[in-house]
Nanobody
Framework: VQLVESGGGSVQPGGSLRLSCAAS????????MGWYQQAPGKGRELVAV????????KYVDSVKGRFTIARDNAKSTVYLQMNSLKPEDSAVYYC?????????????WGQGTQVTVSS
């Protein structure tokens, strides 16, 4: 399994970023995919999930209405569009496939991509 996150950076509050996660070495289109957020000193929290076909999405309340998860199965890539960013969104973001139980499917994680929201 290989998961490569990119697209992070430093933005001011209210700004936007688009994260990408390129997946390989597994059948991407068979899996629900998710984005996790890990703030300093905290564990990874699943914040957005998209179904394998891309026809269903779920979000935690803290990002609902601001973040949008999408996927391109032809490119084996999942995206996270982040709008109206807040300082509390600052974290390292990771992607992973999601099991039917809602847990990460793979123990191998990518390097993550850092998002910093600050004025």
């Amino acid at each position: 399994v290989q998961l490569v996150e990119s697209g992070g950076g430093s933005v001011q509050p209210g700004g936007s970023l688009r994260l990408s996660c390129a997946a390989s070495r597994f059948t991407f289109s068979n899996y629900d995919m998710g984005w996790y957020q890990q703030a300093p000193g905290k564990g990874r929290e699943l914040v957005a999930v998209i179904s394998s076909a891309g026809d269903s999405t779920k979000y935690v309340d803290s990002v609902k209405g601001r973040f949008t998860i999408a996927r391109d199965n032809a490119k084996s890539t999942v995206y996270l569009q982040m709008n109206s960013l807040k300082p509390e969104d600052s974290a390292v973001y990771y992607c992973n496939a999601i099991t039917i139980r809602g847990t990460a499917a793979f123990g191998s994680w990518g390097q993550g991509t850092q998002v910093t929201v600050s004025s």
